[in-house]
Structure formats: C-alpha cells, structure tokens
C-alpha cells in the first residue's frame, strides 16, 4: 500500500537552531516526491519537487534531499518566520492523486 | 492570475441543511481536486477531475457529489451536512497528466452544528 510517513510530528527550535525534517515513502515506480508549506489558516504552498535519489534543491534557509525511500528537509540558521507545518506528498501508483503525509509542524522561537 | 480561488470562507451550517462549496481555477489546469483536512489526520481526498465532464471517487466520497461542467470550476456539494463533515476543506488543480505537483486554493472552514 502507498504510504507517506512524516517524522517528528512537531518539532520546536530556537532561532539559528538547524535541523532537519524526515518524509519516508512507499511506493512502486517513484514519479516525484513534493514539499509543501502550510500557514495556520491557508492552504499548502508549494516548494520542492524531487525526482531521483540524490536530488536536491534548495530556497532560502530550506534543502530538501531525496533518497531511495525517504527525503529529509533540511533547515538552515531557521528564523521564526520559517514556523509552518511541512507536508510531504508522493504520487499514488495511478498517477492520479498525491498522497500525503500529516506533517511536521516547526515552531521556532526567536 | 488568481490561480486557485475558494469561496465561502467560512460557513455555518445546521445538520440536514445542504451547500456548495465553489472552487475555481484560472491556470487552465485540466486535473482539479477536493480534499478536508481534520485536526492531525492529514489531507484525505473527496473526489478529482482528470478533465471537464470526468470525475471520480478518492477516498473519503460519502455525503459529497461533485460536477465539472467546465475547466475553471469544480463545485463540491454537500447533501443533508452532518457534524462528521465538519473540516476545512481545500481545493486544488494540476496542469495534467505528466505534471503531479498541485496548487492549493486558500481553504473552506465549515462548520456543522
């Protein structure tokens, strides 16, 4: 079965504090793998696409990169303004729907 | 462009009573989606459109239809609301077939009392 599992569920940092964000998957035949970012009160926003094991891509104090069966966020010097939660989402088998992880939501205090 | 716009906001209903919730998109994106997400459960989808005139089930389809008439809109319709189907729910698009990543409109929070 298609699965996308995200770990911590929450995860509070201090400002500057780096971390990182896990997102592993099962699926057959990976066609994308996608970072999303939600605000309290707005819709997913977003971020990243990752195709092949060893991708990466980077924007602002975020890195994401991509393994076999799992991606890591990467957060870098984080500033408050970075709190969100982090959803994660894979293809399912069809091509049809993404199916999501619950997220990791980042509080980061200054 | 607007990309994906939701509308009501915000809505009260009472149990047995029925709405639409409408949802268009201007990037003329031929896949649109209707997903609730609920407290700590994740996105889980209604219902998705692959083109105009097509639509099919995802995983939670029970107490919602869906129509698409046209390629902007994706109404979602919810017959006799009950307190189950309280959530804020999301609608999003996808250009097509080749292309999986999905624009997100800004959420409907509805409530069912």
């Known amino acids: 079965e298609d699965q996308v599992t995200q770990s911590p569920e929450a995860l509070r940092l201090q400002e500057g504090e780096s971390s990182s964000l896990n997102c592993s998957y099962t699926v057959s035949g990976l066609r994308g793998l996608f970072w999303y970012r939600q605000d309290p009160g707005k819709g997913p926003e977003f971020l990243f696409t990752l195709y092949s094991a060893g991708e990466e891509k980077e924007k602002e104090r975020l890195k994401a990169t991509l393994t076999k069966k799992e991606s890591f966020l990467h957060i870098t010097a984080p500033k408050p303004e970075d709190s969100a939660t982090y959803l994660c989402a894979v293809p399912n088998q069809a091509g049809t729907a993404l199916i999501f992880g619950k997220g990791t939501t980042l509080s980061v205090s200054s | 462009n607007a990309g994906v716009t939701q509308t009501p906001k915000f809505r009260i209903l009472k149990i047995g009573q029925s709405m639409t919730l409408q949802c268009a998109q201007d990037m003329n994106h031929n896949y649109m989606y209707w997903y609730r997400q609920d407290p700590g459960m994740g996105l889980k989808l209604i219902y998705y459109?692959?083109?105009?005139?097509?639509?099919d089930k995802g995983e939670v389809p029970n107490g919602y239809n869906v129509s698409r008439s046209t390629t902007e809109d994706f109404p979602l319709r919810l017959e006799l609301a009950a307190p189950s189907q309280t959530s804020v729910y999301f609608c999003?698009?996808?250009?097509?077939?080749?292309?999986?990543?999905?624009?997100f409109g800004p959420g409907t929070r509805l409530t069912v009392t």
């Open positions: 999003a698009s996808r250009r097509g077939a080749t292309s999986y990543e999905q624009y």
């Open positions: 459109s692959v083109g105009a005139g097509i639509t």
